[in-house]
């Protein structure tokens, strides 16, 4: 396929390097079209030779070859990322005053932004015209990530990994990996039930057993097996708003997506055994606290001096996992759970997860090593799928959009 990768001026140019290796390496031809603000953040020679193609930015440069109808003429595919807030003005003014912003005029090939800015900036109400005005017009503009930003800023506006636009893009372009058919629906008419976050277990009105659970891979998840097709049962325990967005109101799907907040592990279970009651598919993705306080007093535990505090009997919670596997609410319904583990003296990180396979009775289990830096509140993922006798069967690393569809792959394959 023939990809034109447009790149504006923005700290997050150099995700671009990624993704155009990224679609080179599944045997694109990709031509990069910068900006003149791009090149001050990455250079022509690093575009050029990994694309091995020229790199412009002016209409002047060949004028013989009207490149700037040309190039759009002969695309199969546009993806601009990152798209500044300045070139998503720009494009949905119809300004033609570059090469890429003549480019996009001039091409009827399918068209995928991804915006990268500050929050405030992605939040003004000019952005949102902009890209309202561009949806509206066929351009596919993916919603930004959130996340860490330039400095110290963090929320909405992060350009999405390179995994996840060139997903994105390929699916838009009706093609997966090296112009291979994209195998987007293959859940189609199913009811998946997906919980994410951690759940909270109150020790009085102000305090809490909790976890780091940040909900970001039930999240991708939600949103990976409504691109493909499914209606989608969110059930959030304690996700912020934020990681929420992930959904993405720009991602095909995002409207079969319904979202049951939650907070305890009690509320959990009563949330997911009622939507498990009509589900093909449920994945419990949540990290769910094993104990609570066996008594919640009404008021705050006060501290008085000189006197050590109370200790905090706790009783184990139910295994909703476990009860999911052993009483399927509907024939041929598919059961995935997920471990997250550390490893002990007693065992590494799959031997725990060989062992939880086979006590929980689901049909997949996804074991992830987390700690350190890994699995809570990081944008990336490696796990490994075990089947219900703890055999391996898939392996994924890479951001959690990618580790999602790895483990949607893995759900078609053992229930086809």
Not at 381 to 401: F, Q
Request: charged share 20%; proline share 6%; net charge neutral.
């Amino acid at each position: 396929m023939r990809i034109l990768l447009g790149v504006s001026g923005g700290i997050a140019a150099y995700k671009a390097v990624l993704l155009l290796r990224l679609l080179r390496e599944q045997g694109h031809a990709v031509r990069v079209i910068p900006t003149e603000a791009a090149l001050r953040f990455v250079g022509a020679p690093t575009f050029e030779a990994l694309s091995g193609e020229p790199v412009t930015t002016e209409v002047f440069d060949d004028v013989p070859g009207v490149q700037h109808v040309a190039l759009g003429q002969g695309a199969d595919l546009i993806v601009v990322a990152p798209a500044t807030a300045d070139l998503l003005s720009r494009a949905a003014a119809g300004r033609a005053d570059d090469l890429l912003t003549t480019t996009l005029l001039a091409a009827r090939c399918p068209v995928v932004m991804a915006p990268a800015m500050h929050t405030e900036m992605w939040e003004h109400p000019a952005t949102r015209t902009n890209v309202a005005m561009l949806r509206e017009r066929g351009v596919h503009v993916i919603e930004p990530a959130s996340g860490r930003l330039t400095g110290k800023d963090t929320g909405p506006g992060r350009l999405p990994e390179p995994e996840d636009i060139a997903r994105e893009a390929l699916r838009v372009a009706g093609q997966g990996p090296a112009g291979e058919p994209a195998g987007a629906q293959d859940l189609a008419g199913r009811h998946v039930v997906v919980s994410a976050g951690g759940t909270r277990e109150p020790i009085d009105p102000v305090r809490f057993i909790g976890n780091r659970s940040s909900g970001r891979q039930g999240v991708a998840l939600a949103a990976a097996a409504a691109a493909r097709g499914a209606r989608v049962t969110l059930v959030a325990a304690n996700v912020e708003d934020a990681v929420l967005e992930g959904l993405g109101a720009g991602r095909a799907g995002a409207a079969d997506v319904s979202v049951v907040p939650v907070g305890s592990t009690a509320q959990l279970a009563d949330a997911v055994h009622t939507a498990a009651a009509t589900a093909d598919v449920v994945v419990m993705a949540a990290a769910v606290a094993d104990f609570r306080p066996e008594a919640t007093p009404d008021a705050k535990i006060k501290k008085v001096p000189g006197r050590p505090p109370e200790p905090i009997r706790l009783v184990e919670n139910p295994d909703i996992l476990a009860g999911l596997a052993r009483e399927r609410r509907r024939a041929g319904q598919v059961v995935v759970g997920f471990a997250a583990e550390t490893g002990d003296a007693a065992a590494g990180v799959l031997e725990h997860g060989r062992d939880k396979a086979r006590r929980k009775g689901a049909d997949l289990l996804v074991v992830n090593a987390v700690g350190a830096g890994q699995g809570f509140g990081t944008a990336s993922n490696e796990v490994t799928v075990l089947d219900g006798a703890g055999e391996v069967v898939a392996r994924a690393a890479g951001s959690k959009r990618v580790v999602a569809d790895a483990v949607w792959d893995t759900v078609v394959k053992v229930s086809s």
